[in-house]
């Protein structure tokens, strides 16, 4: 679990990031979980957008995720959503 000023500084991190995922009618699919993990392990800190035809709402989208795979839910807004990881290989992100 992270704390709040963890969880801000996350989101300053990821305010520049372009959503690297989409998540569509297909919903969230072990392909796609196993794609998350990967991209986590690299980067540590993705954004994902929630397109309106997958059923789910961003907030919706990021609780199955996060618990699907470990990850932390840093921010919900609109239709995309912030997870953070730390890498189990080479950790980039040095939280305060």
Excluded: H, W
């Amino acid at each position: 679990m992270i704390t709040s000023k963890q969880r801000s500084y996350l989101r300053t991190l990821a305010n520049p990031l372009q959503p690297i995922f989409q998540l569509g009618k297909a919903g969230v699919e072990e392909n796609f979980l196993k794609q998350l993990n990967e991209a986590l392990e690299s980067r540590e800190l993705i954004k994902i957008k929630v397109l309106n035809n997958s059923g789910l709402t961003a907030r919706e989208a990021s609780d199955i995720i996060c618990e699907a795979i470990g990850a932390e839910g840093v921010q919900t807004i609109g239709s995309k959503c912030v997870l953070y990881k730390r890498s189990l290989k080479k950790p980039t992100i040095e939280l305060p």
